[in-house]
């Protein structure tokens, strides 16, 4: 397929999204821009972009053991493949209940490809990881590379609790139907499926960790989640698309994290958000809305 000799064309340790629209120039995001893709990699005029007509087509070949064992997912209008790579869908949304039931009629796909950086999140444990476990919330827009520093935490921390990752989305461990995945280290125990409520119940009582790592904290039931963690005394290193100060200061957590950009460093806040570390310096935001 020409769009995957484009890619090969590319440095893949730079590219963390492609984004495909019927019948558009391909873009990508690369070395943090957003460029074009033509049939050498990456390019800056549209007019010489590559361009895809059968999208439908693409998804199906991307999910090729069959659109079922994808059908939870994508009532959610995203799948995740082996390695953690996500696609998420726009198309025609068949609701039912006030929920999606399917997505048809695929249009738009947002293919965002995962990285492990290891130690990039070392100024995070230094800071927050001292003397004992406690709970950090990591929060930024998307795209900034919140499960990539969450993946590096959760090894960082196996290195000395016993430590349950909750990857409701298959992305943080991206481990397959075999259990392969990133290496987490020794200590690192892996839950998938379900929702965090239920999930920390039963996993808290089950495997008995001192801290809990999950991805994409939102709504009254994640919190709730974290709430009964914290209550059974067990840390929780989390990270949410909120931004708003207020909203994040109502969450039971010891330390907030504020990411600025992929490559970029970390604003950390206690849980009075008063700052604790400011390492972003005069290139440390690339606009990323922060509500106080």
């Not at 492609?18 to 558009?24: A, N, P, S």
């Not at 039931?101 to 492990?116: E, G, M």
């Not at 476990?133 to 990591?138: F, G, N, P, Q, Y």
Request: hydrophobic fraction near 35%; charge should be negative.
């Amino acid at each position: 397929m020409e769009l995957k000799r484009a890619i090969d064309c590319l440095n893949i340790n730079f590219l963390t999204e492609i984004r495909i629209r019927r019948g558009q120039p391909v873009i990508i995001e690369y070395r943090g821009e957003y460029e074009y893709i033509n049939k050498f990699g990456a390019c800056k005029n549209p007019s010489e972009a590559l361009r895809v007509y059968d999208v439908d087509g693409l998804l199906s070949s991307a999910i090729s053991d069959g659109v079922y064992a994808y059908t939870e997912q994508l009532k959610n209008a995203y799948v995740t493949l082996d390695g953690g790579v996500r696609i998420g869908v726009a198309g025609q949304y068949v609701t039912q209940n006030g929920s999606i039931n399917a997505v048809r009629c695929v249009t738009s796909l947002n293919i965002r490809i995962p990285h492990d950086i290891v130690g990039c999140a070392d100024d995070i444990f230094g800071t927050t990881q001292k003397p004992g476990a406690r709970s950090v919330l990591i929060f930024s827009p998307p795209g900034f590379g919140k499960t990539t520093m969450l993946r590096d935490l959760a090894r960082r921390l196996g290195a000395r609790y016993n430590v349950l990752i909750f990857d409701e989305r298959d992305e943080i461990s991206a481990a397959d139907c075999d259990g392969d995945g990133y290496n987490l280290g020794e200590r690192c125990d892996i839950v998938r499926g379900g929702d965090k409520l239920s999930a920390f119940a039963c996993a808290i009582r089950a495997m008995k960790p001192q801290v809990i790592v999950t991805d994409e904290l939102y709504g009254p039931n994640d919190i709730a989640a974290v709430r009964y963690a914290a209550d059974c005394g067990i840390a929780v290193c989390a990270s949410t698309h909120v931004t708003d100060e207020n909203i994040l200061k109502s969450m039971p957590f010891d330390y907030f994290c504020r990411l600025t950009g992929i490559g970029k460093k970390v604003v950390i806040y206690d849980k009075n958000f008063d700052i604790v570390r400011d390492n972003c310096g005069d290139d440390g935001d690339r606009g990323a809305p922060f509500v106080r």
